[in-house]
């Protein structure tokens, strides 16, 4: 069946469930993160996994641009880090994606976070012997942005593998939301960090909690390709064999457009610096820079804490709409406001618009693709989200330089709201779809 005209999504490959019928709670808990996920023994040791890397590799994210900043004193070679670590990620996230689906899974992951802690040791080697090469950095990054292209989709692609389709909305929920905390967390503790034990131990620390995670994923079940998928090399072919079955299937390319256009015309993050500077330099220019960057993973973590009753919908498809729609306003909202604390309360709320965003968006990727292309979705989304923020920067930048930075994210968020309305209007397949 083409599932761009299902109204519903096909059954997932784990079928047992240990909790009670329905799932049912009530009161509070009704509210509370769904955490049914967490009894399966292989989908906990994947989160695992990610519990303990969500932290640690935010800490490599900033030892790598502080250390470049230190060689160099210039924004500008941070800039150009940020660049060289990004094509490799693309070129291999979408190639992954088509290796994830013609071999075991958990080989794949052992392969790439072996590869990333190696990368992590390599980080902590060259800053204890004082190198200062930035080609030596850029090198490093490319390598371990290289190895992270590969294993997203793999990890990704694997969770329909280990819950059932009832449950992957609340098993995204998990996983966003431990990745948003890394967000949060992961700098924070980085900058206590430096002061007391120096930068090259943050890598140190990275590569330890990489052999956390390569224990977890050992400790997964096999996952062998679909039966029905013959030997076969990943190659150009398979890649465009992947976007051809996006194109072919409504649902699939409307969930990938959602996130296009709530990212590239809705995150104004090119724009805190200046606002910060300018419209709340009253409340102190740094002060007011870290809460802007700070406001939308927080919204996400809280949306994430308290999804118990989102996860549970079986409308995606509208719940992605009404996500999109809601981070839009938001951004609006935040473009219009004069004062930060109302500032940072839109983009908190614009974070639990994301966090619903990613949560049914993941969901749809997994329950409406087949096994044997689940891989190549998930090196596309992997694409999508790597790259939408950055094609946003120079969007954004653009505008805020030509119009001011406010009228810039209000007109962007208006945007949002606006081709997203249209998109679902022009196009049924993802109203109609639900679980």
């Known amino acids: 069946m083409d599932t761009s005209e ?21 009161g509070w808990r009704r509210w509370a993160m769904d955490t049914r996920p967490l009894r399966r023994p292989a989908y906990r040791r994947l989160w695992s996994s990610t519990v303990v890397t969500a932290v640690g590799s935010q800490l490599t994210a900033v030892a790598v641009p502080k ?4 060689i160099t004193g210039s924004s500008a070679w941070v800039g150009y880090a940020g660049l060289a670590g990004l094509a490799p990620m693309v070129v291999f996230a979408l190639w992954g994606g088509a290796v ?3 071999m075991d899974r958990r080989r794949l992951l052992l392969i790439t976070n072996s590869g990333i802690a190696v990368t992590s040791v390599l980080f902590w080697l ?21 190895f992270f292209g590969l294993n997203a ?27 948003q905390t890394g967000l949060v967390a992961g700098p924070l503790l980085a900058g206590a960090l430096i002061p007391v034990i120096g930068l090259p131990e943050l890598y140190l620390i990275d590569a330890l909690a990489l052999c956390v995670t390569l224990w977890a994923v050992f400790r997964l079940p096999p996952l062998p390709p679909s039966a029905a998928v013959t030997a076969r090399r990943a190659g150009v072919r398979e890649i465009a064999e992947g976007f051809r079955y996006i194109a072919g299937h409504k649902v699939l390319l409307l969930s990938f457009l959602a996130d296009v256009v709530a990212m590239v015309l809705g995150m104004p993050r090119a724009l805190f610096p200046q606002l910060a500077a300018e419209t709340y330099a009253s409340y102190g220019e740094g002060f007011a820079l870290g809460l802007l960057f700070a406001a939308i993973p927080v919204g996400a973590v809280l949306g994430g804490l308290f999804s118990g009753t989102f996860s549970r919908a079986r409308r995606h498809g509208w719940m992605v709409i009404g996500a999109v729609v809601a981070w839009g306003a938001a951004i609006t909202g935040f473009g219009l406001s004069g004062g930060l604390w109302l500032a940072v309360v839109f983009l908190a709320a614009a974070g639990v618009a994301d966090m619903v965003s990613m949560v049914f968006r993941g969901a749809i990727l997994l329950s409406a693709a087949t096994d044997e292309m689940r891989g190549r979705m998930q090196g596309v989304f992997t694409v999508v989200v ?5 094609l946003a920067d120079v969007l954004h930048g653009t505008a805020g330089a030509a119009f001011g930075p406010r009228a810039a994210v209000a007109g962007g968020g208006l945007l949002v709201v606006t081709v997203m309305l249209g998109l679902a209007a022009a196009v049924p397949a993802l109203r109609r779809y639900r679980v």
């Open 67 to 70: 250390q470049i900043y230190d």
């Open 100 to 102: 994830a689906d013609t």
């Open 6 to 26: 299902s109204s519903t999504a096909p059954e997932a490959e784990a079928d047992d469930d240990p909790s009670p019928p329905g799932g049912a709670r009530s």
């Open 126 to 146: 060259q800053a204890v012997s004082g190198l200062g090469s930035v080609a030596v950095l850029m090198l490093l990054l490319a390598a371990q942005q290289a």
């Open 386 to 390: 790597a790259g939408g923020p950055r």
């Open 153 to 179: 989709p793999a990890r990704n692609a694997s969770i329909a593998r280990l819950v059932p389709a009832r449950e992957l909305a609340a098993a995204n929920a998990l996983g966003s939301t431990v990745m």
